[in-house]
């Protein structure tokens, strides 16, 4: 089993909808969650850490179950400009300070 | 932030050359560095793990003597592909970790496309 698997999409949406992406992990003592963006032959960026209470950046809300062991990044009235693979990063630094990726979730708007 | 910088950005040799990647955080210390390898429309695959002083850790399937990491200060990882052949040709990207709000920030490289003809 992958330590972190996300959906690859990919998600075809018009301007101005709402997407949402999904991801999940099997460490349960993993301790920092990210999602990451990455333009089209260019380095991931960072693009918001995920806390416990849930945080929102503008149009962006990311939340993280514990529980359930899921993060999920939420995208409101979604731009052009957003077209790009959604990375999913779960860090556990106990344990050699690893971080560990999902394959990314590819997100097309469509003007 | 922290910021990592990555050189050369753009890289074309010969069959059978040897071609250095350069990372080094600029503002940080770094003892633990990341190797990537991408290749076009897929997803980011985790070469090896580079250890400030010490070995470097490799993934299964990478071949170390070919993939050469050393980490020889807390702020320069260089990885060399030694005899590179066409099937090299790929988007190798670094990464660093720095002390962010409470947790490890992962800051990437901008990358290194190299292409062996």
């Known amino acids: 089993r992958k330590e972190v698997e996300q959906d690859p999409g990919p998600f075809n949406v018009p301007e101005g909808a709402t997407v949402a992406f999904n991801c999940t992990y099997s460490?349960?003592?993993?301790?920092?969650f990210f999602w990451y963006r990455q333009d089209c032959r260019k380095e991931p960026k960072l693009l918001m850490s995920v806390y416990s209470s849930g945080n929102e950046d503008g149009r962006f809300t990311a939340q993280l179950n514990r529980a359930s062991q899921y993060i999920s990044l939420l995208i409101r009235d979604s731009k052009l400009s957003d077209s790009a693979t959604y990375l999913c990063?779960?860090?556990?630094?106990?344990?050699?300070?690893?971080?560990?990726f999902g394959t990314g979730t590819s997100l097309t708007v469509i003007p | 932030g922290a910021v990592v910088s990555q050189h050369p950005s753009w890289v074309i040799c010969k069959s059978g050359t040897s071609v250095k990647i350069e990372c080094r955080s600029l503002?940080?210390?770094?003892?633990?560095m990341f190797w990537y390898r991408q290749f076009p429309k897929q997803s980011l695959m985790l070469m090896a793990t580079s250890n400030e002083g010490s070995k470097a850790t490799y993934e299964q399937g990478v071949e170390k003597d070919k993939f050469l990491i050393n980490h020889a200060s807390l702020t320069l990882s260089t990885l060399t592909v030694t005899s590179a052949h066409p099937e090299d040709s790929s988007f190798y990207i670094c990464s660093a970790a720095s002390q962010g709000a409470g947790a490890n920030v992962l800051t990437f490289g901008a990358g290194s496309r190299l292409t062996v003809l």
């Open positions: 460490n349960s003592a993993s301790q920092s």
């Open positions: 503002d940080f210390q770094a003892t633990t």
């Open positions: 990063v779960v860090n556990d630094r106990y344990t050699g300070n690893q971080f560990y």
